[in-house]
C-alpha cells in the first residue's frame, strides 16, 4: 500500500516527465532555502475580490511573514548571497532571498519600509517594455474590461463571440475566456494589439493602469538602495515558449542592454515572466543560461535544495500569495510538501 506522500511523489514525477526539466521536478522534502516571490504590497488594493487579488498582498502580511521566517532562523540573504549558499550545499543554516515581479510602485512605497524594519533584501525584476508604455499590464485591462460591461463581444479568426459578464461569476467566467484567448489561442505578438482594440471598443483607457508600476526615475532610486537589487524580466514581458527562437533571445537578451543603458549597471538575475511548464523548458532555460545570467527564477513552487546548483536557471519560488494571507500557509510551502502540481490553476501562476 502507497502511503499519500508517496503517491503525491509519484504523481508528480509522472506529470512532470514531460516538461522537459524533469531534474528539477522531484517533490521537495525540506530544503536549504527559498526564494519568495510577490508582485503587489498595498494595504488598499483598488479592488478587494479583484480576481488578480493573487498578486496582492498587505504589508502587514508581509511583516508578518519576514517575522515568522526569523523566529524559525531563516536568514534573509540577497539573491547573490542565496546563488552561493545553494552553490555551497546550504552551509550557513537556512535562507530566503525576497524577490518581486514586475516594479509595482506599491514595492516602493509600501513593502520597502517593511523590508527596512527586517533588513531583508529584495530583487525586483524589470521588463522595460511595461515601464515605457510599449508593453501592457494586460491582466489588469481585461479586468477592467470586464468589470466595466454587462456583455462585450470577442472578435476572432472564427467570428465574433459574444461574452456574458452579468453577474459576478460570469465576470470570472468572461475573464477566464479572455484570458486563454490572449495567452493560447493568437500570437504572443499579436497580443498588444488585440488588447487594445478590445480596451477601445469597450472605453477602456490602457494607460490608466501605468501608473501602478514605477517610472525610471523610482527604478533608478530603488536600484540604489541598499537592499534593493534589478533584475531583468524580458523586454516585453512575453511567453518565451510561444515566441520563436530568435525573438526568445531578444527578449532575454537585450533587456540586459535596456537596463544597463538605464540603471548603469547590467542585471545578474533574470525572471521568467511566465514561468510554469508550459512557458519555460530547456530551450528557454538554455538561452537565460547562454545570455549570462547568474541566476534565472521560474513560477514554479518549491523549496531549494543542494541539487539546485546545477539547475540555477530554473530555480523554483514560493508565491507569496494574496488568496492565502496566512502564515500557516507560508510555513507549508516552506516544509517542502509541496510539489509542482501545488496551485497548478492557470489563473494563480500565470503572471
Known amino acids: 500500500m502507497i502511503d499519500g506522500g508517496e503517491a503525491i511523489r509519484k504523481l ?15 517533490p521537495f522534502v525540506g530544503g536549504i532555502g527559498a ?9 488598499t488594493p483598488e479592488k478587494p475580490d479583484s480576481v488578480n487579488r493573487h498578486l496582492t498582498i498587505a504589508p502587514e502580511f508581509l511583516d508578518a511573514v519576514i517575522a515568522d521566517m526569523k523566529a524559525h532562523f531563516y536568514a534573509f540573504v540577497t539573491l547573490d548571497e542565496a546563488i552561493e549558499r545553494i552553490k555551497a550545499g546550504g552551509k550557513g543554516g537556512q535562507f530566503a532571498a525576497m524577490t518581486a515581479d514586475d516594479a509595482y510602485r506599491d514595492n516602493m512605497t509600501e513593502a520597502l519600509p517593511v523590508l527596512e524594519k527586517h533588513g531583508a533584501p529584495i530583487t525586483i525584476y524589470v521588463a522595460p517594455g511595461l515601464i515605457n508604455g510599449a508593453a501592457d499590464l494586460w491582466w489588469e485591462v481585461v479586468e477592467d474590461i470586464v468589470s ?15 461574452i456574458d459578464c452579468s453577474n459576478p461569476g460570469k465576470k470570472i467566467q468572461a475573464f477566464a475566456r479572455l484570458h486563454d484567448y490572449l495567452t493560447l489561442e493568437i500570437r504572443e505578438e499579436d497580443q498588444r494589439a488585440v488588447l487594445r482594440d ?65 540603471l548603469g549597471e547590467a542585471p545578474r538575475h533574470f525572471a521568467y515572466p511566465y514561468g510554469y511548464a508550459s512557458a519555460v523548458g530547456e530551450r528557454e532555460v538554455g538561452i537565460a543560461r547562454h545570455a ?23 530555480l523554483p519560488r514560493i508565491s ?30 500565470t503572471i
Not at 479568426?157 to 459574444?162: E, K, L, M, Q, S
Not at 469597450?202 to 514605477?214: P, T
Request: charged share 15%.
Open 320 to 349: 507569496v500569495n494574496g488568496r492565502y494571507q496566512s502564515v500557516a500557509h507560508i510555513r507549508t510551502m516552506l516544509s517542502g510538501v509541496t510539489t509542482p502540481l501545488a496551485n497548478a490553476g492557470k489563473m494563480l501562476v
Open 12 to 26: 508528480a514525477l509522472n506529470v512532470v516527465r514531460y516538461t522537459g526539466l524533469a531534474p528539477l521536478a522531484r
Open 35 to 43: 526564494i519568495l516571490m510577490l508582485h503587489r504590497v498595498t494595504a
Open 148 to 162: 466595466a460591461r454587462n456583455r462585450l463581444v470577442l472578435t476572432t479568426p472564427n467570428g465574433p463571440v459574444t
Open 198 to 262: 478590445l480596451a477601445r471598443s469597450n472605453g477602456i483607457e490602457l494607460g490608466a493602469r501605468q501608473s501602478l508600476l514605477m517610472n525610471w526615475d523610482e527604478i533608478r532610486a530603488m536600484a540604489g538602495h541598499p537592499l534593493v537589487t534589478i533584475g531583468a524580466h524580458t523586454v516585453n514581458h512575453r511567453n518565451l515558449k510561444r515566441l520563436s527562437e530568435a525573438n526568445a533571445r531578444h527578449e532575454v537578451d537585450d533587456v540586459r542592454g535596456i537596463l544597463q543603458a538605464e
Open 292 to 314: 549570462g545570467y547568474a541566476s534565472a527564477v521560474t513560477t514554479r513552487h518549491g523549496v531549494l535544495r543542494a541539487e539546485h546548483a546545477g539547475f540555477l536557471h530554473a
